[in-house]
C-alpha cells in the first residue's frame, strides 16, 4: 500500500519513511506544501500524513483542497499543535486522524494500520489475487494454492507492485522508484536478486509461473506460459 508523507522537518521525515517501509509500506515524500498539493491530488495513495505547518502551503488548506473535489483518501494530521481548537478545525474539514508531535512510532504504525482498515475502499481492494496466489494488505499475508509463504518487506512491496500491474511490463526503472525508492543504476543487480528470491518462494514449487521476464524490458506478472 502506498502512503505519501507531507513533513517539513528532514528527521521526522526520514523517521517516517524508513519506519514505514520497514512495515511494508511503499513511501512518497513531500518537503513543502506545495509539493505535498500536488502529489496529494495527482498521486495514488492509499493514506496521507499531513503536517499542518509547511512552508509554501499549510496543511489545512491542502486538506481543504483535497476534500472540495471529492478526494477521500483517509488523512492523518501530525503536528506540534495541540489545541483543542486546532484538532476541532482538522476533523472539521475532514482529517481522519490527528496525532500530536513528539508521538512514539508504534502508535502512529497503529493508527496508520486503524485508517487503511477503515478506509473508504472496498474490502475487495485489500487483497489482490491472480491465478491461486493471494496477497492480503491489511494482515500481510502471502499464500499460494493455500500454503502461507513468508516474504520480506521488500518482496511484499515488489509482489505488490507486480500484482497491481499484472499484465504490464514494468521496466526495472520503475521497479527501483516505487520500491527501493531510488533512481536505476545498470550495473546494480539488486532488482534482479529480488525477482529471483521473489521467484523462489511462490513459482519454483507452482503452476502456472506468474513472474516473467521480458528480454530487454524488465518483468511483468502473468499467468500465461508463453511471453
Not at 526520514?14 to 513531500?30: I, N
Not at 521467484?199 to 521476464?213: G, M, N, S, V, Y
Request: without cysteine; hydrophobic residues 45%.
Amino acid at each position: 500500500m502506498k502512503i505519501l508523507i507531507v513533513e517539513d522537518e528532514a528527521k521526522i521525515r526520514e523517521y517516517l519513511r524508513q519506519g514505514l517501509t520497514e512495515a511494508g509500506f511503499v513511501v512518497d515524500l513531500a518537503r513543502n506544501g506545495l509539493d505535498g498539493h500536488h502529489l496529494a491530488m495527482t498521486g495514488a495513495y492509499d493514506l496521507i500524513i499531513l503536517d499542518v505547518l509547511l512552508p509554501d502551503l499549510d496543511g489545512w488548506r491542502i486538506l481543504r483542497a483535497l476534500r472540495e473535489v471529492g478526494h477521500k483518501v483517509p488523512v492523518l494530521f501530525l503536528t506540534a499543535r495541540d489545541s483543542v481548537d486546532d484538532r476541532v478545525k482538522g476533523l472539521e474539514l475532514g482529517a481522519d486522524d490527528y496525532l500530536v508531535k513528539p508521538f512514539a512510532f508504534a502508535e502512529l504504525l497503529a493508527r496508520v494500520r486503524t485508517l487503511l482498515r477503515r478506509g473508504t475502499a472496498p474490502a475487495t481492494d485489500t487483497t489482490l489475487k491472480v491465478a491461486d496466489l493471494e496477497l492480503d494488505l491489511m494482515r500481510r499475508r502471502i499464500t499460494r494454492a493455500g500454503r502461507r509463504i513468508q516474504l520480506t518487506a521488500k518482496e511484499f512491496a515488489l509482489l505488490e507492485l507486480l500484482l497491481r500491474h499484472r499484465d504490464e511490463v514494468l521496466p526495472r526503472s520503475l521497479i527501483a522508484s516505487q520500491v527501493w525508492d531510488m533512481n536505476f543504476d545498470s550495473d546494480t543487480n539488486v532488482i534482479d536478486v529480488a525477482i529471483r528470491r521473489l521467484r523462489a518462494k511462490i513459482d519454483d514449487d507452482f503452476e502456472p509461473k506468474l513472474i516473467h521476464t521480458v528480454r530487454g524490458m524488465g518483468y511483468m506478472l502473468d499467468t500465461s506460459s508463453e511471453i
